[in-house]
């Protein structure tokens, strides 16, 4: 039997195989109907497209650059066996508008809010990158705007807290459960019920009910389409693996998307492995979790043996979910993509790496993908291209990254130098893999 192609998903109904799905109260499913066929037309209508593409070339800033990072290479190579040590490229995000790419998903559905003449619009976020990504949307096309955020979150990013505000947004501050995103979303949930007439909700991430994962995944696409034809046009073929972070899985979607049908790219995603493998110490849900229900849809889900959602934890406001995209269970179960996680002290030397020898601060979520990196290019050979997803800047992370450096628990851990060894063995396969 052939395999239908793993690129054409969802159905109608929003699956990816079994999963994503719509498991939501009846008051939302005539939005998210109007949703879905508003999106039918606007995907079908060229100058939908049209917009979109001027938007994301005068504003955005698209397309962003694929750089060949020779610092990065070069440690790599420094711990690799002879002719190891593949070249780093990075997908440049970091210098989309509001520096990261959750702008190229907020353009578009706010064009599509537009479209459906709804004068507001919500959206959670964690790191406040997605909510500083909507109130700017909201600002350009003069809607009205509403941000949830966790309280833990908004002191952890305060910097984007008055982003949102000087944009004109209004951020509730949300102090139930952990106070991060998945509280969040909840209260944005909420308010959606209350006020579909009026509202759209600008979704983040590649997750909830249909239509949101595909419409999210085809927002971000732009990525993975521009990475292809950079490597096409630089290397004249394709990279041997593309490596990005998943939080939600929106930046994942976005660059994998591209490359899903060419089986000979290795595709990675890493998750927040946070202080181990311990429930409640991570928030990784493909390597730890199960599949089951949240936010509207199917996928894998950490989760205790009654199916309360798990607590979860990350040094990166972004990755700080218990849930994940389903086209990504989806992946996972197909043996498409590889999923491990970067602990937070991984992520938090390679950021520090990056930084001196690239001069590029990332994102913390970022710097999970660059560990990873580090330890792939490593160990393939030197005529490999490796490319990675740098999903943001880390301007917003500078505080709680120089916080975590001085902090006793990191300490607890031998400190290695910034341009010491990668602290993961080429001869100690990770936990998870
Ligand atoms: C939000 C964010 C992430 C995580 O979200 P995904 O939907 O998994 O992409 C990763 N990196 C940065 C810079 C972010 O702002």
């Known amino acids: 039997m052939p395999a239908a192609p793993l690129s054409n998903v969802p159905d109608a109904a929003g699956r990816f195989g079994p999963f994503g799905g719509r498991y939501v109260p009846e008051t939302l499913v005539a939005a998210l109907d109007q949703l879905a066929s508003e999106y039918q037309r606007a995907a079908n209508d060229p100058h939908f497209h049209a917009e979109l593409d001027h938007l994301l070339k005068s504003f955005v800033g698209r397309p962003t650059p694929l750089y060949r990072a020779e610092g990065l290479t070069r440690l790599a190579r420094q711990h690799a066996p002879p002719n190891h040590g593949a070249t780093i490229w990075l997908k440049r995000e970091d210098l989309a508008h509001t520096g990261a790419h959750k702008i190229n998903n907020t353009m578009g559905q706010a064009l599509l809010a537009r479209r459906m003449a709804k004068k507001r619009v919500?959206?959670?976020?964690?790191?406040?990158?997605?909510?500083?990504?909507?109130?700017?949307?909201?600002?350009?096309?003069?809607?009205?705007?509403?941000?949830?955020?966790?309280?833990?979150?908004?002191?952890?990013?305060?910097?984007?807290?008055?982003?949102?505000?000087?944009?004109?947004?209004?951020?509730?501050?949300?102090?139930?459960?952990?106070?991060?995103?998945?509280?969040?979303?909840?209260?944005?949930?909420?308010?959606?019920?209350?006020?579909?007439?009026?509202?759209?909700?600008?979704?983040?991430?590649?997750?909830?009910?249909?239509?949101?994962?595909?419409?999210?995944?085809?927002?971000?696409?732009?990525?993975?389409?521009?990475?292809?034809?950079?490597?096409?046009?630089?290397?004249?073929?394709?990279?041997?693996c593309v490596v990005a972070c998943v939080g939600g899985g929106s930046n994942a979607a976005g660059i994998f998307h591209a490359f899903i049908e060419d089986s000979e790219v290795t595709l990675v995603g890493v998750e927040a492995g946070g202080r181990g493998a311990e429930p409640g110490e991570h928030a990784a849900p493909l390597t730890y979790g199960s599949p089951g229900i949240l936010h509207g849809s199917l996928s894998y889900v950490l989760q205790d043996h009654n199916g309360q959602t798990a607590d979860v934890h990350s040094c990166s406001a972004g990755l700080d979910y218990p849930g994940v995209g389903p086209e990504h269970a989806y992946w996972k179960d197909a043996g498409r993509v590889r999923y491990t996680t970067a602990t937070d002290e991984q992520a938090l030397h390679a950021f520090q790496q990056c930084c001196k020898v690239e001069g590029i601060i990332p994102a913390l979520e970022t710097a999970h993908a660059i560990s990873e990196a580090l330890s792939v290019a490593a160990a393939a050979p030197r005529e490999h291209n490796i490319v990675v997803c740098l999903s943001g800047r880390g301007d917003k992370d500078v505080d709680e990254a120089a916080r975590l450096i001085a902090t006793t628990a990191m300490n607890d851990a031998p400190r290695l130098p910034v341009d010491s060894p990668i602290p993961r063995g080429l001869d100690h396969p990770r936990q998870s893999e």
């Open 122 to 240: 919500i959206a959670e976020t964690g790191a406040g990158q997605h909510g500083v990504a909507t109130a700017t949307a909201a600002a350009h096309f003069g809607l009205e705007c509403d941000i949830y955020m966790g309280a833990e979150d908004a002191r952890r990013q305060r910097l984007n807290v008055v982003r949102m505000k000087l944009l004109g947004a209004r951020v509730i501050e949300v102090h139930s459960g952990l106070r991060t995103l998945k509280d969040a979303t909840n209260e944005a949930m909420r308010d959606w019920m209350a006020s579909v007439e009026s509202t759209h909700y600008i979704l983040g991430s590649v997750v909830g009910p249909h239509p949101f994962p595909r419409i999210v995944r085809d927002f971000q696409a732009v990525i993975g389409r521009e990475a292809r034809g950079q490597c096409m046009d630089t290397l004249g073929s394709l990279p041997e």
